[in-house]
């Protein structure tokens, strides 16, 4: 769909983080059109389309397949509720973005996965740290170091997620209509799991599952997890070539600060990212680059500039521009299905089940 024409988005779902991490972003995009709303609760969804300027509501995500002409469709659901939503989403056979992860458990997103092997529909997933400035630099940085050998040979990677105030007053200007919100079908526990290990495993998926994801395309291959630490602060992994991996999780905490942080190493020097709280706008993360090749060569530290633009605007454009197939999607569905699968090998070696 590479021309000209407008994109026509239309929004299942104008909750929290419908509205103030993804429809606020998407009205800015030139290219792009949020065509409709579909939203049980009318009041909030009659508000929010006058404060955007959508022209249409409707109350089912069935009404609006059913009328509106879509070029992609914004489904901004908690992710318990996906095996339950994305079956008639994906016989519409439109583009479809989705919060992360893909399901709350294996069993709902392999059976998504088989729904989209039927359709012409395709799924992104919404890692939002894959199109920060400082993320998308510092993998093609990584990449670049790869493929020269000037540092030496990838050694080490190692994300840091404190909990800490992931919101940053990202929620200013929330819309709510008063209504109350109906009762919700949502997804059935994995089968595979006792319901305090399911609660375990899901609370791990829904803090965590961003940083598992970032993990494998940093090292831009397969990992799996080889230890997990009574704690429940970190787990250590190795890549399909046998890198080491490891992923900190609070081990200490912060108020009004977010520390993220991804430390890619190599034998002569490293990359370092930074991260923003999730919903800080206008704000990219952080990268530095740390290169000693030896041989007299004198080292060198590199802090580029990067653009002000926050990762959800950019994950927005990022989605516009896979639907007219100027790029593929960041990350989609089949590779967000190992995510599920590396969570239960956590889940496994952390409680033993």
Same mark, same amino acid.
């Given at each position: 769909?590479?021309? =000209?024409?407008?994109?026509?988005?239309?929004?299942?779902?104008?909750?929290?983080?419908?509205?103030?991490?993804?429809?606020?972003?998407?009205?800015?995009?030139?290219?792009?059109?949020?065509?409709?709303?579909?939203?049980?609760?009318?009041?909030?969804?009659?508000?929010?389309?006058?404060?955007?300027?959508?022209?249409?509501?409707?109350?089912?995500?069935?009404?609006?397949?059913?009328?509106?002409?879509?070029?992609?469709?914004?489904?901004?659901?908690?992710?318990?509720?996906?095996?339950?939503?994305?079956?008639?989403?994906?016989?519409?056979?439109?583009?479809?973005?989705?919060?992360?992860?893909?399901?709350?458990?294996?069993?709902?997103?392999?059976?998504?996965?088989?729904?989209?092997?039927?359709?012409?529909?395709?799924?992104?997933?919404?890692?939002?740290?894959?199109?920060?400035?400082?993320?998308?630099? =510092?993998?093609?940085?990584?990449?670049?170091?790869?493929?020269?050998?000037?540092?030496?040979?990838?050694?080490?990677?190692?994300?840091?997620?404190?909990?800490?105030?992931?919101?940053?007053?990202?929620?200013?200007?929330?819309?709510?209509?008063?209504?109350?919100?109906?009762?919700?079908?949502?997804?059935?526990?994995?089968?595979?799991?006792?319901?305090?290990?399911?609660?375990?495993?899901?609370?791990?998926?829904?803090?965590?599952?961003?940083?598992?994801?970032?993990?494998?395309?940093?090292?831009?291959?397969?990992?799996?997890?080889?230890?997990?630490?009574?704690?429940?602060?970190?787990?250590?992994?190795?890549?399909?070539?046998?890198?080491?991996?490891?992923?900190?999780?609070?081990?200490?905490?912060?108020?009004?600060?977010?520390?993220?942080?991804?430390?890619?190493?190599?034998?002569?020097?490293?990359?370092?990212?930074?991260?923003?709280?999730?919903?800080?706008?206008?704000?990219?993360?952080?990268?530095?680059?740390?290169?000693?090749?030896?041989?007299?060569?004198?080292?060198?530290?590199?802090?580029?500039?990067?653009?002000?633009?926050?990762?959800?605007?950019?994950?927005?454009?990022?989605?516009?521009?896979?639907?007219?197939?100027?790029?593929?999607?960041?990350?989609?569905?089949?590779?967000?299905?190992?995510?599920?699968?590396?969570?239960?090998?956590?889940?496994?070696?952390?409680?033993?089940?």
């Amino acid at each position: 769909m590479s021309d =000209a024409s407008t994109t026509r988005i239309g929004f299942v779902g104008v909750g929290s983080m419908g509205q103030c991490a993804h429809l606020r972003n998407y009205v800015t995009i030139p290219e792009c059109e949020v065509v409709a709303i579909s939203e049980l609760r009318r009041k909030t969804s009659e508000a929010v389309a006058r404060r955007y300027g959508v022209p249409r509501v409707y109350s089912t995500a069935a009404d609006m397949l059913a009328e509106e002409e879509l070029d992609g469709i914004v489904a901004s659901q908690p992710f318990n509720r996906h095996g339950m939503l994305l079956p008639q989403l994906i016989e519409a056979g439109k583009p479809i973005f989705i919060e992360k992860p893909l399901s709350a458990s294996i069993a709902c997103g392999e059976a998504i996965v088989r729904a989209l092997e039927q359709s012409t529909a395709w799924i992104m997933v919404g890692y939002h740290k894959r199109s920060d400035p400082a993320t998308e630099y =510092a993998i093609r940085t990584v990449r670049g170091l790869q493929d020269s050998g000037e540092i030496g040979k990838l050694k080490y990677v190692r994300i840091l997620m404190p909990a800490g105030d992931w919101i940053a007053s990202g929620f200013t200007g929330l819309i709510d209509g008063g209504d109350p919100r109906p009762p919700l079908e949502w997804e059935p526990p994995a089968p595979d799991m006792e319901p305090d290990m399911f609660g375990a495993y899901t609370s791990f998926v829904n803090y965590y599952i961003h940083q598992v994801n970032l993990m494998r395309h940093f090292l831009g291959e397969p990992y799996t997890v080889r230890y997990a630490d009574p704690s429940g602060v970190m787990l250590a992994g190795a890549s399909a070539s046998g890198v080491a991996c490891v992923i900190e999780m609070s081990p200490y905490q912060t108020t009004i600060d977010w520390q993220e942080s991804v430390l890619v190493a190599f034998e002569r020097g490293w990359v370092k990212v930074e991260l923003p709280a999730p919903l800080a706008t206008h704000r990219p993360g952080r990268v530095e680059v740390f290169k000693d090749p030896g041989d007299g060569v004198v080292p060198e530290t590199l802090v580029p500039q990067l653009p002000w633009e926050h990762a959800m605007r950019r994950q927005a454009r990022n989605f516009v521009a896979a639907i007219r197939g100027d790029r593929k999607p960041p990350c989609e569905a089949r590779e967000a299905l190992e995510d599920l699968r590396v969570a239960r090998q956590y889940i496994r070696l952390w409680k033993g089940v």
